[in-house]
């Protein structure tokens, strides 16, 4: 039972990058899913979540109208799809499962010139 994620990196302002996460172990369609961050000194916070069939999704104010959050339940996979980065957007970011709670080992995305 795990999550994966996949796809961080260093990008330029305004640059975009497309996050994965590999779900194993449970019945990955099932389960809402969540993309969370944490940057350095900041407590982890919410990013985006979608519901188990991907039919409904929510984001922090912080990102909307920039990531997009979407899910392959034949793949089982979740993904945050960052476009238009802002420096303010460093951090690492961890797939996130409702299923016990699960959480997975974070990918580090910085934004920087």
């Known amino acids: 039972v795990q999550l994966v994620e996949s796809g961080g990196g260093l990008v330029q302002p305004g640059g975009s990058l497309r996050l994965s996460c590999a779900a194993s172990?449970?019945?990955?369609?099932?389960?809402?899913m969540s993309w969370y961050r944490q940057a350095p000194g900041k407590e982890r916070e919410l990013v985006a979540t979608?519901?188990?069939?991907?039919?409904?999704?929510n984001y922090a104010d912080s990102v909307k109208g920039r990531f997009t959050i979407s899910r392959d339940n034949a793949k089982n996979t979740v993904y945050l799809q960052m476009n238009s980065l802002k420096p303010e957007d460093t951090a690492v970011y961890y797939c996130?499962?409702?299923?016990?709670?699960?959480w997975g080992q974070g990918t580090q995305v910085t934004v920087s010139s």
């Open positions: 979608i519901t188990s069939t991907g039919g409904g999704t």
């Open positions: 172990g449970f019945t990955f369609s099932s389960y809402g």
């Open positions: 996130h499962s409702r299923f016990r709670n699960l």
